[in-house]
């Protein structure tokens, strides 16, 4: 079918559900079996969204029409997807089994990925063992991961979610994350630290990042003033490289012996299945590492063979593009009901935004549909206090991811389990309401102050527990989802050509700032307080 007969059909039935309400929707029998879908621990339950069976099959029928079958297949097999740069995005080859194939200009990738995870797991054994010693030769007990964006937040976010599964050989290493450029994070931090027994992970792909680099010097300055040992001996002691560029690497004076590699086919916002997901591995070990990879692998099969109407990243994608291009909502909260996906909403807000936050199609021409939305979310109890007013009774129409384990604290208390029943109990009775309303309730507001108007869509992702396995699979899904929308919408999500301007820019500001002369290219307001600056800076009166 035609993609403009497909747009046209999707509206017009658009048109006639806007009306009804989603308490007469989901009133509807066998309304939870007909949009409820499963894939080993997942369960996507659409039967909130403001659809019938009828809306999926219409959505389906779009995603056929835009070639999603043959995109995803072009992703797998390595074909430049990422057309700009001219190159593929293969993060999937990194969670591909040892025992799998897969050929790039007649190399196969699959044992250089697990030659680097093999590599990273000595690593890790020498780190857990007290094997790795720093200048004065005591033990390493702390590690400092030094990275931005993805070298950070993907880091982050995995090694609070599975804290829970932390080895014994593990708990007595320390774990830190550095990402600030302004050295505020870092400067805390070296006041608690030892030197004689700290490890500095520098987290960069290409090893030119200014931010990264910048707390890498600092780090560097703060142990050759500790010890007053000669610098190679230092970096070789106390500095691992995670990067796809080895040789800036050596240049900035890190040995290759203490270098992880992964390829420019690795974008930074999927890359912590790569080497820089080493603080993930020492945390909570490589077999609980290689577990998270299976599980990620295991949802890229299900992506990669299952039919598009059973699909669980097809179907959360074209979600999304209901909401965003047919019912204007471009609104998107993330809601997890566990404490340890903390990290979750500012990992989505990166792999979605810097993804898919673009105005311009893969052939140059303006895009006829809205793309991204606003991402934002938080832990539901704290967002429960926080931004729930405005997604109960605000002007905002917003959709909703909620994410919560069924089980936790198997083995713990009877008050932990109940706390978690506490949590659970939140979720469904949040994402009630956001649906009925005062029909929830089945009463009548006594003032116009107390009335839930409902209406809000919101998706409920459950997983059986949140473990290595089901963590993999839960990310996997949401970096499938962001591929398949950037099909529908017809733009490329792998490059990120909209941060690289602010990034010339500041380097044009950084000189400007230590020149005490005007430039003269530059705009009147900048100007104005590069002025202010200067005479703050210089401690001058007002007015001078």
Not at 138 to 154: A, C, F, K, R
Not at 328 to 354: F, K, N, S, T, V
Request: proline share 6%.
């Amino acid at each position: 079918m035609n993609i403009d007969i497909c747009w046209q059909a999707l509206e017009s039935h658009a048109g006639s559900l806007k009306p009804q309400h989603l308490k007469d929707l989901m009133a509807q029998p066998g309304r939870f079996e007909g949009l409820s879908f499963r894939h080993e621990g997942l369960l996507l339950d659409l039967s909130r969204q403001r659809i019938l069976p009828e809306s999926l099959e219409r959505l389906m029928e779009l995603a056929q029409a835009s070639e999603l079958p043959r995109w995803i297949a072009s992703l797998f097999a390595g074909e430049p997807v990422n057309d700009t740069e001219k190159r593929p995005a293969l993060h999937t080859a990194l969670r591909m089994p040892r025992n799998a194939s897969l050929e790039l200009g007649g190399e196969d990738l699959v044992p250089g990925v697990h030659a680097n995870l093999d590599r990273m797991s000595e690593m890790v054994a020498q780190l857990h063992l007290r094997q790795w010693r720093g200048y004065t030769g005591e033990p390493i007990d702390t590690v400092v991961n030094i990275g931005v964006g993805g070298s950070d937040l993907g880091p982050v976010m995995a090694c609070r979610a599975l804290s829970d599964f932390q080895p014994v050989q593990a708990q007595g290493l320390k774990i830190h994350f550095v990402s600030s450029m302004d050295g505020s994070q870092l400067a805390e931090l070296l006041d608690q630290l030892n030197p004689a027994t700290t490890l500095f992970i520098v987290s960069s792909k290409s090893f030119t990042t200014i931010d990264t680099l910048a707390n890498a010097e600092t780090a560097r300055r703060w142990l050759a003033e500790a010890s007053g040992i000669a610098d190679d001996i230092l970096v070789s002691r106390h500095f691992v490289a995670v990067t796809a560029s080895p040789k800036k690497a050596q240049e900035w004076g890190v040995p290759e012996h203490n270098q992880l590699h992964f390829w420019d086919w690795t974008g930074g916002r999927y890359s912590m299945w790569s080497t820089i997901g080493f603080p993930i591995a020492l945390k909570i070990g490589m077999d609980n590492f290689r577990a998270m990879l299976a599980g990620a692998h295991a949802l890229d099969d299900h992506f990669r063979t299952a039919p598009l109407g059973g699909n669980l990243p097809v179907l959360l994608a074209m979600i999304g593009i209901w909401n965003i291009n047919l019912l204007d909502i471009h609104a998107h909260a993330i809601l997890p009901y566990d404490g340890r996906l903390a990290h979750l909403p500012a990992y989505l807000e990166q792999l979605e935004m810097e993804s898919n936050g673009k105005s311009v199609r893969r052939d140059g021409q303006p895009s006829a549909h809205r793309t991204c939305p606003v991402l934002w979310g938080e832990v539901g109890p704290n967002a429960q206090h926080a931004f729930y007013q405005l997604l109960h009774q605000g002007t905002e129409p917003v959709m909703c991811d909620f994410v919560v384990p069924v089980r936790r604290y198997s083995q713990q208390s009877e008050t932990l389990k109940r706390q978690h029943q506490l949590a659970l109990a939140n979720c469904l009775a949040q994402a009630r309401v956001l649906a009925l309303g005062d029909a929830a309730l089945d009463t009548e507001p006594p003032t116009p102050w107390q009335h839930y108007s409902g209406n809000q869509p919101s998706t409920v992702i459950m997983l059986e527990e949140l473990s290595p396995r089901t963590f993999g699979a839960l990310i996997a899904l949401y970096e499938h989802k962001v591929f398949v929308q950037s099909v529908i919408w017809g733009i490329n999500p792998f490059d990120q050509w909209g941060v690289e301007l602010g990034k010339k820019m500041a380097n044009r500001m950084l000189e400007v700032l230590g020149s005490a002369a005007a430039d003269e290219g530059l705009d009147a307001s900048t100007e104005g307080l590069l002025q202010e600056i200067r005479r703050l800076r210089d401690n001058k009166p007002d007015g001078h």
